[in-house]
């Protein structure tokens, strides 16, 4: 649009509202009582109502929230100061234009600066989070009938009950009153929105696009992030219907879900949303649609089917709060101020995956250990003991087998140097040989291959596990086992390529770990391999790159994983010197075949 365009509709704008102010101060209007309401007939009785389209009640515009509002005697609803509704566990704000919430603080959650956890993300752009959209989600992200534009009459019904109303006339005659009404528990992340439109005796049904309304959550959850990488901060569409399933919602796009859910949820790394709507009819949709100044956008879009009833009233529960296990399991058991019960949203928080039970036991174990000593870093170095030490009898045999496959090695270079031509008589005759000696050469990579899992289960507890946001190792240099540590940090400034801004210790101690961690774990065949000393002095490298920035509770347990499997392989090698020591003196070195005894 235009410059002038724009300037030639403010001015218009502000010359119809001072004309309305002024009538309204000499001729004063008693609002009209409302209709009667009508009970919405069954949804089997009711047929949706032709294709209506709606214009606000009042063709005036609202005035700006800084201008300075008359008594009322209009009729207009007028801005009003925000409403705040606090409770043990929230603080809630809430605007009347719209009555929608602009902001959801935890209290029990910080954020960097030791300011309460924001929930509701936006960009440039004052939050408008369960607004309510005449139309379908397509109506609503195109911005088409918008009421959050409209001030809303307020009512406070209580220190944790709120009401905004405001009426709407649809074309061709007739008039509804929206009204919405927020109720919130002292104790619980839970709150109830009713969203009722009654059209009285005017207005014989609701269809705005083939939809009544779409509810909507928006732009984003919190708290705050610079980028979604899936790996340090993520989001999730979830969708329960007995079983939790994970949706695909495709960058910049918006996903219908069509199994009507029990529930729907959009799950971060530490924090969820989770939408409850009690009729399980109505369409559900994700969208990613971007907004200005915000790094990404995660919407959920609750659209309410068209309806020839006069009156709807419809009850929706959202959970906004953290993705903790202990907390959701509440509403299993009725053990909430709403008496749920199996609603499963304990799915929401669950591990998910085939490694999912042994992250549940590690989980366990780490807030074990946690109970007793009362420090999730020391808490995680008795598990990495714990784990070590059960692994122990697996790394011993490991590197037996290791020193074996060295005692044979010459009679297996002579068997490779025989057969290099004929490769299948090569395997056939290491196979016998391998069987003669009652030697599996794999038996050396099984224990390697068993902790791969749990070091992948490790990885995923360490970087999702709720309790370990904000846990304290060591008070000023690791105060947040969920994030990197950090010894000096010289942003604005970033290193080129990089974009790393803080000079960080565990890294460093990780690589110093790992080569030691190489150098005593190598073989003697092994020194005189280059590849070998590639392996050896390069991949700790690359992973000090790769691991930089990740949380400092996993950096915590590689490198004391390291450091106790030196101390394991310093104990093998003294145990294994000892038997050596033991053995005859004359007996061979070099492991020779048998000979296969002749049948009489």
Same mark, same amino acid.
């Given at each position: ?32 009582? #409302? @209709? +009667?309401? %009508? &009970? ?6 009711? !047929?949706?109502? /032709?294709?209506? *389209? ?6 005036? #515009? @609202? +005035?700006? %929230? &800084? ?6 005697? !209009?009729?207009? /609803?007028?801005? *009003? ?520």
């Amino acid at each position: 649009m235009e410059k002038r365009t724009v300037i030639a509709v403010v001015l218009s704008m502000a010359v119809i509202f001072g004309f309305y102010l002024i009538m309204g101060a000499i001729y004063p209007q008693t609002p009209a009582a #409302p @209709a +009667p309401a %009508a &009970a919405e007939p069954s949804q089997a009785q009711t !047929s949706p109502a /032709p294709s209506q *389209e709606l214009v606000r009640s009042e063709n005036v #515009p @609202a +005035p700006p %929230a &800084a201008a300075v509002a008359p008594e009322s005697g !209009s009729g207009e /609803p007028l801005p *009003e100061p925000p409403v705040i509704i606090d409770t043990n566990l929230m603080t809630v704000t809430l605007t009347n234009a719209g009555g929608d919430i602009t902001s959801l603080r935890l209290k029990e959650h910080k954020e960097k600066g030791n300011t309460p956890v924001e929930m509701i993300f936006s960009g440039s752009s004052q939050a408008h989070a369960f607004s309510v959209s005449f139309g379908n989600e397509e109506d609503l992200l195109a911005g088409r009938i918008r009421p959050e534009s409209s001030y809303f009459r307020v009512r406070k019904v209580s220190d944790l009950i709120v009401e905004f109303s405001r009426d709407f006339n649809v074309s061709g005659g007739g008039t509804f009153t929206l009204t919405k009404r927020y109720e919130f528990k002292k104790d619980d992340y839970l709150f109830q929105l009713d969203v009722i439109m009654d059209g009285g005796y005017t207005v014989n049904g609701f269809n705005f696009g083939g939809a009544s309304y779409t509810l909507a959550f928006g732009p984003q959850i919190g708290p705050k992030f610079e980028k979604l990488d899936q790996r340090y901060e993520y989001r999730h569409y979830l969708s329960y219907k007995g079983k939790l399933k994970t949706e695909k919602v495709n960058d910049r796009s918006t996903t219908v879900i069509t199994t009507q859910p029990s529930w729907a949820a959009i799950a971060g790394k530490y924090f969820t949303l989770i939408a409850l709507p009690y009729a399980n009819q109505y369409n559900i949709a994700f969208s990613s649609v971007p907004e200005a100044d915000l790094p990404a956008a995660s919407r959920l879009l609750i659209t309410r089917p068209a309806t020839g009833g006069s009156r709807i009233e419809d009850k929706y529960q959202f959970y906004l709060g953290p993705k903790n296990q202990e907390v959701l399991k509440r509403y299993n058991n009725a053990d909430n101020p709403w008496k749920l019960s199996n609603t499963g949203l304990i799915e929401a928080a669950n591990t998910r995956g085939f490694l999912a039970p042994l992250e549940t036991l590690l989980k366990w174990l780490l807030v074990f250990f946690n109970n007793i000593v009362n420090n999730y870093g020391i808490a995680i170095l008795l598990l990495t003991v714990l784990v070590k030490l059960v692994m122990f009898p697996l790394t011993r045999k490991s590197s037996e087998s290791t020193m074996r496959m060295q005692a044979l090695a010459p009679k297996i270079k002579e068997i490779q140097e025989k057969y290099r031509d004929n490769p299948t008589k090569m395997n056939q005759e290491m196979a016998g040989f391998y069987k003669k000696e009652g030697y599996n050469p794999m038996s050396g990579c099984l224990p390697m291959i068993i902790q791969i899992p749990i070091f992948f289960a490790m990885y995923n507890l360490f970087n999702n596990h709720f309790d370990l946001r904000g846990a304290m190792f060591i008070p000023g240099w690791i105060p947040d086992l969920s994030l990197p540590e950090s010894v000096f940090n010289f942003s604005p400034f970033k290193v080129p390529f990089l974009g790393w801004s803080d000079i960080r210790l565990l890294p460093f101690l990780y690589v110093g770990s790992q080569l030691l961690y190489g150098k005593v774990t190598q073989t003697p065949d092994q020194k005189g391999n280059s590849q070998m000393k590639m392996m050896l002095y390069a991949m700790p490298i690359v992973f000090f790159f790769i691991l930089y920035d990740v949380p400092s509770g996993l950096l915590l347990y590689w490198i004391m994983s390291n450091v106790l499997t030196m101390v394991q392989q310093l104990i093998i090698n003294k145990y294994i010197a000892k038997k050596r020591a033991l053995a005859p003196v004359d007996s061979p070195q070099p492991v020779i075949v048998p000979k296969k005894k002749r049948r009489k």
